[in-house]
């Protein structure tokens, strides 16, 4: 079956420091890989997604991610976090022959930043 | 920016009753979906909704879920008779079309508390 594991349920970085945040898929075709960002009271915002082409994708607000098949991973990435980065972070996955748009996420990691 | 708009943030509710929550997409989006998270559990979609009538459904949209457009406006998750284990938030989520590669636009999510 198809699953999203983000491993990390909860990370603490400090200010300044790098950040990598893991997300394992299992999937059968070709996936679609999202990483989405929530923070209190906000819906998910989109930080980026993978669907081909070159495998580092580069998003919003300073982040990107790797997608490396022969590891089903597509971890997340920024290289200096600042306290507004601190928010709940999901995993999710597509393909190309859902055509219901159906988004299957993994568990979500709480990133808290340390001042 | 637009974005999708959720009513109310908060439900409570008893048992049996029927709880209707509501949605407002992003204006040009034709796609629209629900998506539940159960607290401490993945976020898990519910439903998508393409050209009034739904596109696909999961396991747990079983006849006590629908889902309407009854507007050019609102879209609508209503559950018949609540359980316990209804107890989640909502999101609701839109997108321009039904591509895979579409983003899907959350909104904030409406906490559902049923007593």
């Known amino acids: 079956a198809q699953s999203v594991t983000q491993p990390d349920i909860h990370i603490t970085v400090s200010e300044g420091a790098s950040l990598e945040l893991r997300c394992n898929y299992s999937?059968?075709?070709?996936?679609?890989l999202f990483w989405y960002v929530q923070s209190p009271g906000q819906g998910l915002q989109l930080l980026l997604k993978?669907?081909?082409?070159?495998?580092l994708v580069q998003g919003i607000k300073g982040f990107e991610a790797e997608f490396k098949r022969s590891q089903s991973s597509f971890n997340l990435r920024k290289p200096s976090v600042h306290w507004s980065d601190a928010a709940e972070y999901f995993c999710?996955?597509?393909?190309?022959?859902?055509?219901?748009?159906?988004?299957?996420f993994g568990q979500g990691t709480e990133l808290s930043v340390k001042p | 920016e637009p974005e999708v708009t959720q009513t109310p943030s908060h439900q409570v509710t008893q048992m049996g009753q029927e709880v209707i929550l509501r949605c407002v997409p992003i204006?040009?989006?034709?796609?629209f979906y629900w998506y539940r998270q159960i607290l401490g559990q993945k976020v898990e979609f519910l439903v998508s909704?393409?050209?009034?009538?739904?596109?696909?459904k999961s396991e747990i949209f079983d006849d006590q879920f629908s889902v309407e457009r009854p507007d050019g406006s609102n879209f609508t998750l209503k559950i018949r008779s609540t359980k316990l284990e209804d107890s989640a938030m909502y999101f609701c989520?839109?997108?321009?079309?039904?591509?895979?590669?579409?983003?899907?636009?959350f909104g904030p999510g409406t906490r559902l508390t049923v007593l």
């Open positions: 989520a839109s997108s321009e079309d039904r591509q895979p590669t579409d983003t899907q636009y």
């Open positions: 999937y059968g075709a070709t996936p679609y």
């Open positions: 993978y669907f081909s082409g070159d495998t």
């Open positions: 999710a996955v597509s393909d190309q022959y859902n055509q219901g748009g159906k988004l299957i």
């Open positions: 204006s040009n989006h034709l796609y």
């Open positions: 909704f393409y050209n009034n009538e739904i596109s696909e």
